[in-house]
């Protein structure tokens, strides 16, 4: 089913990642690199910050259904519970 946001078509049946572009803004950082290139310093800015050129946004951004995962999405691997219940339904 193509995603109503940006007309993309869903990932198709090879697991590969892909963007859903439906991302939500979580937080803004102010980050500085050494001469190695290394993060030097960071912080957070706050709502009223400015943005700069040093400026990184940190999006958190749903999975879009993929026929990989039947139409679904990948699990989350790091949840207690969702574990459980995938392991619940799937042992019959």
Not at 8 to 17: D, L, W, Y
């Amino acid at each position: 089913m193509p995603n109503p946001r940006n007309n993309r078509r869903p990932q198709g049946a090879n697991g590969k990642a892909c963007r859903s572009e439906l991302g939500s803004l979580v937080a803004r950082y102010d980050v500085s690199f050494d001469d190695e290139g290394l993060i030097k310093s960071s912080r957070r800015l706050a709502e009223n910050d400015p943005a700069t050129f040093n400026t990184w946004f940190a999006y958190v951004e749903p999975n879009p259904p993929s026929e990989w995962f039947n139409g679904q999405t990948y699990v989350d691997t790091l949840n207690p519970n969702a574990i459980k219940r995938f392991n619940r339904d799937n042992s019959r």
